[in-house]
């Protein structure tokens, strides 16, 4: 097992960065935010994770020792391989993942790319005991934390047919109704009254 490189950065391209140990140039799979802190002429040291397989041997470079934790953790959840543990870490930080995990949030596990709805169900259901609480690391942009009633009557319209595009702007448009104490079957019936109209 390779547990970590160091070297030279001899080059980075958009998925990857070629660190030169002692001659021999080894390529790493990294996620865009890892990538953005290299600099080819420069000496790096990437926590690495091999990924063996019957006709490859792939490196998966990462920031620190956390990221590289978590990916091979959110591996062990079923359906998920190393190229979408990847994708999970490219769009969340480990602790973003640890927070949307334990707040059963899978709205935010949907933003990545080849995760819906039943898969971000599993994750949170097979990691939930697993990956522990936030440990302070780095932080991706958080979004501004939604009102629980917008993702209620969110999902209420997309259950009924209509696109998230549409149900986003519905929602929007009844936002100002809510209220402090917002009744959300009133507030489904209001946006449905405006998909109608439109």
Same mark, same amino acid.
């Given at each position: 097992?390779?547990?970590?490189?160091?070297?030279?950065?001899?080059?980075?391209?958009?998925?990857?960065?070629?660190?030169?140990?002692?001659?021999?140039?080894?390529?790493?799979?990294?996620?865009?935010?890892?990538?953005?802190?290299?600099?080819?002429?420069?000496?790096?040291?990437?926590?690495?994770?091999?990924?063996?397989?019957?006709?490859?041997?792939?490196?998966?470079?990462?920031?620190?020792?956390?990221?590289?934790?978590?990916?091979?953790?959110?591996?062990?959840?079923?359906?998920?391989?190393?190229?979408?543990?990847? #994708? *999970?870490? %490219? $769009?969340?930080?480990?602790?973003?993942?640890?927070?949307? @995990? +334990? /707040?059963?949030?899978?709205?935010? =596990?949907?933003?990545?790319?080849?995760?819906?709805?039943?898969?971000?169900?599993?994750?949170?259901?097979?990691?939930?005991?697993?990956?522990?609480?936030?440990?302070?690391?780095?932080?991706?942009?958080?979004?501004?934390?939604?009102?629980?009633?917008?993702?209620?009557?969110?999902?209420?319209?997309?259950?009924?047919?209509?696109?998230?595009?549409?149900?986003?702007? #519905? *929602?929007? %448009? $009844?936002?100002?109704?809510?209220?402090?104490?917002?009744? @959300? +079957? /009133?507030?489904?019936?209001?946006? =449905?009254?405006?998909?109608?109209?439109?």
């Amino acid at each position: 097992m390779i547990a970590y490189v160091r070297g030279e950065v001899a080059a980075v391209t958009l998925s990857s960065t070629v660190v030169d140990v002692g001659g021999v140039g080894l390529e790493l799979l990294c996620t865009p935010g890892t990538l953005a802190t290299l600099r080819p002429g420069h000496q790096a040291t990437l926590p690495t994770s091999m990924v063996v397989r019957e006709d490859s041997l792939t490196l998966f470079g990462f920031a620190d020792e956390d990221e590289k934790t978590v990916f091979e953790l959110v591996q062990t959840a079923s359906g998920v391989g190393p190229k979408l543990a990847q #994708a *999970v870490l %490219a $769009v969340l930080a480990p602790d973003d993942l640890r927070r949307a @995990v +334990a /707040a059963d949030d899978v709205k935010t =596990l949907t933003r990545v790319p080849g995760i819906g709805q039943k898969g971000a169900q599993r994750i949170i259901l097979e990691l939930k005991d697993r990956l522990g609480a936030p440990v302070g690391g780095r932080v991706a942009a958080q979004p501004v934390p939604a009102e629980p009633w917008r993702d209620q009557v969110h999902q209420g319209l997309v259950g009924l047919g209509w696109s998230a595009k549409d149900a986003d702007a #519905a *929602v929007e %448009a $009844v936002a100002p109704d809510a209220g402090a104490t917002p009744d @959300v +079957a /009133a507030l489904l019936r209001a946006a =449905l009254r405006t998909l109608s109209k439109a």
